[in-house]
């Protein structure tokens, strides 16, 4: 069955440190793969998206993307958090033309100031 | 300013009542889309519509309805028979492929 898995559920960190969440998606064919971010209280918002070209994309906010096809993954990077990335962080893909987003189980993010 | 309205924000139910939340778009997006998001569970879809009268189950409908009368409006209906309802849901319209675009969201509690 298609799925995205994200490896972490709860995620702390420091001001300045760097980030990398992970993000694997099942599934052999074509894909179109994003990361969305929810702040405390509000919607989701749209981070980045891979639909072809070059692998490594950049989003909003200083975060970036590394889409590895041999690994199956779409690994969220930021080389400093800040105190207001606090949120939760979710992966999504679309695979092949099927009209359904497919869900990762989110990963909360705590940046401690 | 185009985006997707949901309404109301906050919502009470007693017990046996059926509710409908709002959700319109004004994006002209032909699909659809409705997830009830719950803690560590990530979204789990509802039912989604990719155009006018059409609507399918996602993969957990039961205890839900939706009609899709207009391209713009996706209502959703919570009957009595979901049994756990208390939760938050997002409304979502996406234009083929692409990135979806959410609503704020409607929480609703079983009181």
């Known amino acids: 069955a298609q799925s995205v898995s994200q490896h972490n559920h709860h995620v702390i960190l420091s001001e300045a440190a760097s980030l990398e969440l992970g993000c694997n998606y099942s599934?052999?064919?074509?894909?179109?793969l994003f990361w969305y971010v929810q702040y405390p209280g509000q919607h989701l918002q749209l981070l980045l998206k891979y639909f072809s070209g070059d692998p490594l994309v950049k989003g909003i906010k200083g975060f970036e993307a590394e889409f590895i096809k041999s690994k199956f993954s779409f690994n969220l990077r930021k080389p400093s958090v800040q105190w207001s990335d606090t949120a939760e962080y979710f992966c999504?893909?679309?695979?092949?033309?099927?009209?359904?987003?497919?869900w990762g189980a989110g990963t909360k993010l705590i940046i401690k100031p | 300013d185009g985006g997707i309205t949901q309404s109301p924000k906050y919502l009470f139910r007693k017990e046996g009542q059926n509710v409908t939340l709002s959700c319109e778009q004004n994006?002209?997006?032909?699909?659809m889309y409705w997830y009830r998001q719950d803690p560590g569970q990530g979204l789990r879809l509802i039912y989604y519509s990719q155009i006018v009268n059409d609507f399918q189950k996602g993969d957990i409908a039961e205890g839900y309805s939706v009609s899709r009368e207009k391209k713009e409006s996706f209502p959703l209906t919570v009957t009595s028979a979901q049994k756990n309802p208390t939760a938050f849901y997002l409304c979502?319209?996406?234009?083929?492929?692409?990135?979806?675009?959410f609503g704020q969201g409607t929480r609703l509690t079983v009181v």
């Open positions: 999504a893909a679309c695979m092949d033309s099927n009209y359904q987003l497919i």
């Open positions: 599934y052999g064919g074509t894909v179109n």
């Open positions: 994006l002209n997006h032909d699909a």
């Open positions: 979502a319209s996406r234009r083929g492929l692409t990135e979806a675009f």
